[in-house]
């Protein structure tokens, strides 16, 4: 293995080394003690929306084995765990609440703390129950009422042991790539829809951190999906144009709103046809700009952006399923994402770790009231093989944690206030429209056994925190 700065580097005494999962991709259980479907649920139904027809009713039955994978995180030594409550497990059909849901949460919480991990609590990663799509899902103001309500309903639960609370996973995905690309749940293509769900989600983030904070909540924030939108050519002003439509897409119409109270005026220019003016009513942008106590940065890779339609000999696109999808980037449907000549995952995404100390620079010069950041997500899915002696050698994971390991530590280095890291994924898991075909784990899932394997990346990981434990 390279050697790698991360492994000798003096992390801040505080700084968190954690792993994150998802509700909806690892809990299974997904009709039992009470709950009730959610809008993946329902799309995992639909013909063709998952690969090899899969579903998330049993998962990698976390909901059952929870004490062992909290065993587990103790033996990697992580600090942190950051998972996600489902909604439609919560409050199933957006009714009641439902006390054996909350009860699952309140068990995983008493394990974590027993073993001396910190819960880092995520309320939506995208399991919005499935009668509330029936009355609109995300493009219904009234869901963002909803939200508050089912949030009050886990503080009260959890509130005197859970200190960090996360409204929002990537908003982006479940309004984008869930209303207008099709790609997700609920998988609707619909531009204007899309654009809806994203202010309603932003209302919902505004509304349940002001409640939460009245309520006594401490460490409050969201998680953003981040890119780099570098222009193909930086010469060419079609390709800068591209570029600055993505980062207004990606990345401005979610930082914007939450830390300055305002849409970028550009954006609202490129969608003014697609009818957000008119569900932003007066107010909404006072309540989303709350004052929050951290940003969740999720990063995976760069993305490298033309104008121009792709050019002969492109790799071919890695898709999860035949079934057709529309672009999510609404306005700017024409962008296109050529390849650059980057070693890639088995999704078919670039590797580029320089990009992350990139994109946290630039939160810090262009964000005056920055709070702290944590990588809440950032790993990569392989074809992982099983070897005679039981291991997985993972080297190219190992690789690439290491590799962004190093960014994190040089963006300390620049002066950036990054207080922690969580590597997606703990487990192999139920990997939304892929199903059960792409790995991100640094625990290997046996899906016909559900025994559990630490990789070798996991492994590695365990090292590094080791080691920083002892320098400490």
């Given at each position: 293995?390279?050697?790698?700065?991360?492994?000798?580097?003096a992390w801040p005494k505080?700084?968190?080394?954690?792993?994150?999962?998802?509700?909806?991709?690892?809990?299974?259980?997904?009709?039992?003690?009470?709950?009730?479907?959610?809008?993946?649920?329902?799309?995992?139904?639909?013909?063709?929306?998952?690969?090899?027809?899969?579903?998330?009713?049993?998962?990698?039955?976390?909901?059952?084995?929870?004490?062992?994978?909290?065993?587990?995180?103790?033996?990697?030594?992580?600090?942190?765990?950051?998972?996600s409550t489902s909604w439609?497990?919560?409050?199933?059909?957006?009714?009641?609440?439902?006390?054996?849901?909350?009860?699952?949460?309140?068990?995983?919480?008493?394990?974590?703390?027993?073993?001396?991990?910190?819960?880092?609590?995520?309320?939506?990663?995208?399991?919005?129950?499935?009668?509330?799509?029936?009355?609109?899902?995300?493009?219904?103001?009234?869901?963002?009422?909803?939200?508050?309500?089912?949030?009050?309903?886990?503080?009260?639960?959890?509130?005197?042991?859970?200190?960090?609370?996360?409204?929002?996973?990537?908003?982006?995905?479940?309004?984008?790539?869930?209303?207008?690309?099709?790609?997700?749940?609920?998988?609707?293509?619909?531009?204007?829809?899309?654009?809806?769900?994203?202010?309603?989600?932003?209302?919902?983030?505004?509304?349940?951190?002001?409640?939460?904070?009245?309520?006594?909540?401490?460490?409050?924030?969201?998680?953003?999906?981040?890119?780099?939108?570098?222009?193909?050519?930086?010469?060419?002003?079609?390709?800068?144009?591209?570029?600055?439509?993505?980062?207004?897409?990606?990345?401005?119409?979610?930082?914007?709103?939450?830390?300055?109270?305002?849409?970028?005026?550009?954006?609202?220019?490129?969608?003014?046809?697609?009818?957000?003016?008119?569900?932003?009513?007066?107010?909404?942008?006072?309540?989303?700009?709350?004052?929050?106590?951290?940003?969740?940065v999720n990063h995976y890779?760069?993305?490298?952006?033309?104008?121009?339609?792709?050019?002969?000999?492109?790799?071919?696109?890695?898709?999860?399923?035949?079934?057709?999808?529309?672009?999510?980037?609404?306005?700017?449907?024409?962008?296109?994402?050529?390849?650059?000549?980057?070693?890639?995952?088995?999704?078919?995404?670039?590797?580029?770790?320089?990009?992350?100390?990139?994109?946290?620079?630039?939160?810090?010069?262009?964000?005056?009231?920055?709070?702290?950041?944590?990588?809440?997500?950032?790993?990569?899915?392989?074809?992982?093989?099983?070897?005679?002696?039981?291991?997985?050698?993972?080297?190219?994971?190992?690789?690439?944690?290491?590799?962004?390991?190093?960014?994190?530590?040089?963006?300390?280095?620049?002066?950036?206030?990054?207080?922690?890291?969580?590597?997606?994924?703990?487990?192999?898991?139920?990997?939304?429209?892929?199903?059960?075909?792409?790995?991100?784990?640094?625990?290997?899932?046996?899906?016909?056994?559900?025994?559990?394997?630490?990789?070798?990346?996991?492994?590695?990981?365990?090292?590094?925190?080791?080691?920083?434990?002892?320098?400490?």
């Amino acid at each position: 293995m390279t050697h790698h700065l991360s492994q000798e580097f003096a992390w801040p005494k505080h700084f968190l080394f954690g792993s994150a999962t998802a509700a909806a991709q690892i809990e299974g259980a997904g009709h039992l003690y009470g709950k009730e479907d959610s809008v993946w649920d329902a799309f995992a139904r639909k013909q063709g929306a998952i690969a090899g027809g899969e579903n998330l009713e049993v998962a990698v039955d976390h909901y059952h084995r929870y004490r062992e994978d909290v065993q587990l995180m103790r033996e990697l030594g992580l600090d942190s765990y950051r998972f996600s409550t489902s909604w439609a497990r919560v409050v199933p059909g957006g009714r009641t609440v439902n006390e054996q849901g909350l009860d699952f949460y309140s068990r995983l919480v008493d394990e974590l703390l027993e073993n001396g991990i910190l819960p880092w609590l995520t309320l939506y990663h995208w399991d919005l129950p499935q009668a509330l799509e029936e009355r609109g899902g995300w493009t219904n103001r009234e869901t963002a009422y909803k939200f508050v309500e089912y949030a009050e309903a886990v503080y009260a639960k959890l509130g005197d042991r859970v200190q960090h609370w996360t409204t929002f996973n990537e908003p982006l995905c479940s309004s984008l790539i869930g209303y207008a690309s099709g790609e997700h749940a609920p998988g609707r293509q619909e531009p204007e829809a899309a654009l809806a769900a994203m202010h309603h989600q932003h209302l919902a983030h505004g509304l349940t951190t002001q409640r939460l904070r009245e309520l006594g909540a401490k460490e409050l924030g969201i998680t953003l999906n981040l890119t780099n939108a570098v222009p193909n050519d930086p010469t060419d002003p079609v390709d800068l144009e591209a570029a600055r439509r993505i980062d207004a897409l990606w990345n401005r119409m979610y930082l914007d709103p939450i830390l300055k109270g305002s849409y970028p005026q550009d954006l609202l220019e490129d969608v003014s046809h697609l009818g957000l003016a008119e569900v932003i009513q007066p107010g909404d942008l006072q309540i989303i700009h709350q004052p929050i106590d951290f940003l969740g940065v999720n990063h995976y890779h760069d993305d490298n952006v033309s104008g121009h339609p792709l050019p002969g000999g492109q790799p071919p696109a890695v898709v999860p399923t035949d079934s057709v999808k529309s672009s999510p980037f609404v306005g700017s449907e024409y962008v296109t994402f050529p390849a650059r000549d980057l070693p890639r995952t088995a999704m078919g995404w670039e590797v580029n770790p320089q990009g992350l100390r990139v994109l946290l620079n630039r939160l810090k010069k262009d964000y005056e009231n920055l709070p702290a950041l944590y990588i809440t997500e950032n790993g990569a899915s392989y074809t992982d093989v099983l070897s005679e002696e039981g291991t997985i050698e993972d080297e190219e994971r190992s690789e690439y944690i290491l590799n962004h390991l190093d960014e994190v530590a040089r963006s300390l280095e620049d002066g950036v206030d990054v207080r922690g890291y969580f590597v997606w994924s703990l487990l192999d898991n139920f990997e939304w429209a892929w199903g059960y075909d792409k790995r991100f784990g640094i625990i290997y899932v046996d899906y016909q056994t559900q025994e559990r394997i630490i990789k070798n990346s996991g492994r590695a990981y365990a090292g590094l925190i080791a080691s920083n434990r002892t320098m400490a």
